[in-house]
């Protein structure tokens, strides 16, 4: 177990470190229903890294690579596939970085309800390229690690602990400690807003390449 989370560690980061759900939190955090929208962002942001992982760590079992040289070798190239798409994604942050415009989505988070803060944190987890990418990896580094369901399940929670941890923080945070936070958070957005493109391109190419490296060295 510890070698698969070993593995799933790097790409649980890459998610908690992904700016647009930190921003999408702290702006909730600051807007006029800020208790109800941060629950239940975090909540969906929770589920959406749980299911997308854990569907792909359930389906992935089927890549059994104590079976088969041929198991062991799909479940490389699909490493490798993935990886390839994670560094896609970060050239084409990087041609984007001159791009400081705020999503329509953001500018209508004051009026967002808590169903509706729910149902966009699943989507910024579990539907969004950049995360459900990173899940992927991680889903199929648990389904192929040769765990018990026992073990698979743990090291799914851990992962999602790890993955939620940068939206989870702030949101439990300024429940404690609502108005001694509000000046920082509203710091810290204005950077990730100006630094989200330049930041998820150096974390996609990281990401990208550890994938493509675990890949390769499976074939």
Not at 86 to 115: C, E, H, N, Y
């Amino acid at each position: 177990m510890g070698t698969v989370i070993g593995e799933f560690l790097p790409l649980a980061v890459g998610v908690a470190i992904s700016p647009i759900p930190v921003v999408a939190a702290i702006l909730m955090l600051l807007s006029t229903n800020a208790g109800s929208t941060s629950t239940g962002f975090g909540l969906g942001w929770v589920v959406g890294i749980f299911a997308a992982t854990g569907i792909v760590a359930l389906l992935s079992g089927a890549f059994d690579t104590s079976d088969s040289d041929g198991s062991s070798g799909s479940v490389s190239w699909i490493k490798v596939a993935l990886g390839v798409l994670l560094v896609a994604l970060a050239a084409k942050q990087w041609r984007d970085r001159g791009d400081t415009s705020v999503p329509k989505w953001m500018q209508a988070i004051d009026r967002l309800s808590f169903p509706k803060a729910a149902g966009l944190g699943v989507v910024l987890a579990a539907v969004n390229p950049k995360n459900l990418l990173l899940c992927v990896s991680a889903g199929l580094v648990i389904g192929t690690g040769g765990l018990g369901t026992g073990e698979a399940v743990v090291t799914l929670v851990i992962f999602t602990v790890i993955a939620a941890s940068s939206v989870l923080i702030p949101v439990v945070g300024y429940a404690l400690a609502a108005q001694r936070l509000r000046q920082p958070l509203d710091t810290l957005k204005q950077w990730l807003q100006a630094n989200n493109h330049q930041v998820m391109a150096i974390v996609l190419l990281i990401m990208g390449a550890a994938v493509i490296g675990k890949g390769l060295g499976g074939l």
